[in-house]
């Protein structure tokens, strides 16, 4: 049972394998961290007052999640695409989950100018469970100011954070990120004006970011606290 239960928390994107087991360190912290949250399945759920559809949906996960441990799946997989976001097959583009009968649920506030910038920007997107970080435009426009946006792929939700002067900066950010055992942060700017004084912002693994209350001159001094 202790297996089944410790391979649903993979499975169900709570902990980022991509992420989380690039290094030795790194390996070790995953596996404290689904131990930590396993422990909570065997002696802390209360089951009594979850809804069948609630008990069925945790059972689910919990099968899949054998079965990606024992080599008979692939585990869920979200399947991100750019459309156009007028549906008329130009600019600009919008990010979509492509659904299995080929139906698409367009994330409207995440736009670009071109599709190219769009792929772009899900190659070089980062993954903190089941919350996947990228750039795009503040104001959904395609166009500069840029912002770090969390897609909670639970619930497909959208989730805004920050404010640069460019993409370059956005993704600067986003690259010089750190993951702990259930946080990923990074500096901003602390007004949203892509300027000094900067500021450390966390994101958790639910899509929800807050902001450190100390203020840095410097993206440098900022970054060096992290």
Request: charge should be negative; include cysteine; hydrophobic fraction near 35%.
């Amino acid at each position: 049972m202790k297996k089944v239960i410790l391979s649903t928390l993979v499975a169900a994107g709570l902990i980022s394998v991509s992420v989380l087991a690039a290094t030795p360190e790194s390996r070790r912290d995953l596996i404290h961290q689904i131990k930590d949250l396993s422990y909570y399945f065997i002696d802390d759920a209360d089951y009594r007052s979850a809804s069948d559809e609630e008990l069925v949906a945790v059972q689910k996960l919990l099968s899949d999640a054998r079965d990606l441990l024992e080599g008979r799946s692939n585990g869920p997989q979200i399947d991100y695409r750019c459309v156009s976001k007028y549906n008329d097959g130009g600019a600009p583009y919008a990010v979509a989950i492509r659904n299995e009968d080929y139906s698409y649920n367009v994330l409207k506030p995440l736009i670009y100018s071109s599709k190219d910038l769009c792929e772009s920007s899900l190659t070089a997107s980062h993954q903190f469970g089941s919350v996947k970080l990228l750039c795009s435009s503040k104001y959904s426009d395609g166009n500069n100011p840029h912002s770090i946006y969390m897609i909670n792929e639970f619930d497909q939700s959208v989730g805004k954070a920050s404010a640069f002067a460019n993409v370059d900066s956005c993704q600067e950010s986003l690259d010089k990120g750190v993951y702990s055992r259930d946080r990923f942060a990074t500096c901003v700017p602390k007004y949203d004006d892509g300027n000094n004084p900067w500021v450390v912002m966390s994101i958790d693994s639910a899509g929800k970011a807050t902001r450190s209350q100390i203020v840095f001159k410097t993206k440098d001094e900022c970054q060096s606290e992290l």
